[in-house]
Each structure stands twice: as C-alpha cells, then as structure tokens.
C-alpha cells in the first residue's frame, strides 16, 4: 500500500531528492559524510555559495538583496524582524488574517508598538485597499499563507516605499513573486524547501543599515549577511538538503512550472471536494491557498471516522490545526500530483459510501 503525507510540518521530499541525500550520507569527496562535514570547510562553503546562487536564480534577486540561512523557525523571526529592523520608539503594521499572523504580532508586540492594519475574519483576507496604514510605520507585516485557515494572497501591493516584511513559509518558491514591495521575506525550510532546521532569510540592503549594533550577533541580520551566515553554526545538514532541492526546482522549469504543478494539485483536491456536499470549504473561493487546503464534514462528529480510515488507506497527517479544527490537506511542492490524485479519489469513495 502507498503511503502518502500531507502534513503541515515536514512535507515530503521529491524521491530523486531523498536518493541524493542517501548517497551523500556515505564518504564524499573529502571522505566525510554529509552529516560529519564542518561548517568552516571549503566543502561546506561551496555548498552554500551554491545554494544561495540557485536561490537568486530562481527568485531574480539583485545584488541589492541579501540572502541569509539563519535557524530558528519562522516563530523566531517573529521576534528577530522588529529586534532587527525598528529603532527605538518607531512602530510597525500589522495585518492579522490568521494564527501565524496573530502569533507574529503578538511576538512584536512585547518589543514595540504594532497597529493592525487590517483584521481578517478567518474565512477570507482584507484587501489592500482597505488596510489602514500608518503614516509612520517602519514597515508593514503580513503572512502570505495562513496554513491553519487556508487562506492565502496572491497580489501584494507596492505600498509607495514601505518595505512589506513577509512570513511567506507555507509557500515560499511556489510560484513567482514581485520583489519590489518586499523589505524582507523569511520562510521555515520544511514545507517547501528541505527539511527542519533551517530559516531562508531574504532582504533588502536598506533594511540591513537599519540594524543597530547591540543586536546580538547570532540574531543581527547584518552580522549573518557580513559573515555568510556563520556567526554561529549553522544548521549544515538542512541547508545541504535545501541545497538539493533549489537545484530540483531549477531543473523541474522552476517557480512558473512550480506555480503550474501546484494550482493543478490544488484543483483536484479542490474539484474533488466540491463534488460532494458531504465536504465543506470554510475559506472564501478567491482567497482559497493552493498550498493549504483546508475543508470539513459537514458532520463533523464523523470527522475523527474520516481520519480513521484516511490512514488505514495510506494518507496521513490531514487533521487540521488544533487551533482551528477540521481538516487540511499541504500541498507543498514535494507532494505529487499522484498523491493528490489517490487522496481525491479516496475523498470520492468515502463521500459514496458514507455520504
């Protein structure tokens, strides 16, 4: 039997991925296995420099854009880019659509003033046009895919020289983006990009002047930027693995054939859910994630049923937030269209027999 995850945390690995990291776990070229290599190392540092030119590629980054890989997870960030990024008495917008973006105001709320922009309902995200932006804000926050409600943007706006800084962990190298309203983007490497243990870290060398110097140096971005993100060790294994899986990106036509893979995952998953009324898509039709789906019974007293045999059919990890409740599918880029295609099958099946 296949068995098939679509969890919210560590998604899967493409399967040419996972081999490469099974061979490199024996002697490379200087003899030393992936998990014995030193981060000082020419080995290590060629590993690297090449993850961060294949991450530039991809995204079009300029010169004027540092890319950093620190640790700490996305949570940690929310606390970092108002430690790093805001001098004392400034403030900062913040839109709140969500859990994660609830947590990462509420994380800069201990350090500085946040305003919030803009308040979602957990059903769909306020538009641009109605946020209430602060005259003297350093920047505005938002996250560009609450996982939890499976709501996602798909148009950021060019707010007239404020740096929008971006939690963009759920779908970071899903699809293309513009970079010009971004000060600073920061996204968790598991969903997407490797494996736990690593944060990617792009900004913008105006947001760098702004760190003061007391920032401590594992946590200043501009002492990771100036030391190659070495001030301390960093998480050598998982940036290897992003590493690898940059390079599967470029290869698979990168984000344009990445935004096409995922929008056809997400409407299998989404047709095969519509054709049932035993399913429900809590989240608005225009701000639905195609990374996150998010849906429930009708009766949800048969959820845990649902889960029950879900798994006993090789599909794992699809209860939702304990948050929010429900059920959620992720459909990050390792997931496979056949994954996804044995899911809405499975999702037809138990509406037949169950409905």
């Known amino acids: ?99 994660w973006s609830r947590r990462a105001a509420e994380a800069a709320s201990s350090q500085i003033d946040v305003r919030m922009a803009a308040t979602g309902d957990g059903r769909s995200l306020p538009p641009p046009e109605e946020w209430r932006l602060s005259a003297d804000a350093a920047y505005l926050h938002l996250t560009s895919t609450e996982t939890a ?15 929008v800084v971006a939690d963009m962990t759920a779908d970071f190298l899903t699809r293309p983006i513009p970079l010009a309203p971004f000060g600073l983007i920061y996204a968790s490497a598991q969903k997407n990009l490797g494996v736990a243990g690593l944060t990617i870290v792009v900004i913008h060398e105006k947001l760098l002047r702004r760190v003061a110097s007391e920032v ?22 998982a940036i290897a693995v992003a590493a690898k899986m940059l390079r599967w990106l470029r290869a698979g036509g990168g984000l344009v ?32 994630s195609a990374v996150s789906v998010r849906f429930q019974l009708a009766e949800a007293a048969r959820e845990p049923q649902f889960l029950r045999e879900a798994e006993e059919a090789g599909f794992l990890h699809l209860k939702g937030h304990p948050a929010v409740g429900g059920l959620r599918a ?26």
């Open 1 to 99: 039997m296949a068995i098939f995850s679509f969890a919210s945390a560590q998604a899967p690995l493409p399967p040419s991925v996972l081999a490469e990291i099974r061979d490199d776990l024996g002697p490379r070229r200087s003899g030393l296995s992936l998990l014995d290599l030193p981060f000082s190392g020419g080995e290590f540092e060629d590993i690297r420099a090449g993850a961060e030119a294949d991450l530039r590629a991809l995204l079009g980054l300029g010169d004027d854009y540092r890319v950093l890989f620190l640790q700490g997870g996305a949570t940690a960030m929310f606390s970092l880019a108002p430690m790093n990024l805001l001098r004392r008495g400034e403030t900062a917008d913040y839109v709140v659509t969500g859990l």
């Open 149 to 163: 409600e499976g709501l996602q943007y798909f148009v950021f706006p060019d707010l007239n020289g404020v740096p």
């Open 216 to 237: 401590p140096a594992p946590f200043s971005f501009a002492r990771q930027a100036e030391a190659r993100s070495k001030v301390n060790t960093p998480p050598v294994f």
């Open 257 to 288: 054939a990445a935004e096409a893979r995922n929008a056809r995952k997400a409407e299998t998953l989404y047709s095969a859910l519509a054709a049932s009324d035993v399913y429900q898509c809590p989240a608005e039709v225009e701000n639905r």
């Open 330 to 355: 992720s459909l990050y880029n390792g997931v496979t269209q056949e994954a996804v295609e044995a899911l809405a099958d499975f999702l037809v099946d138990f509406a037949q027999r169950r409905g």
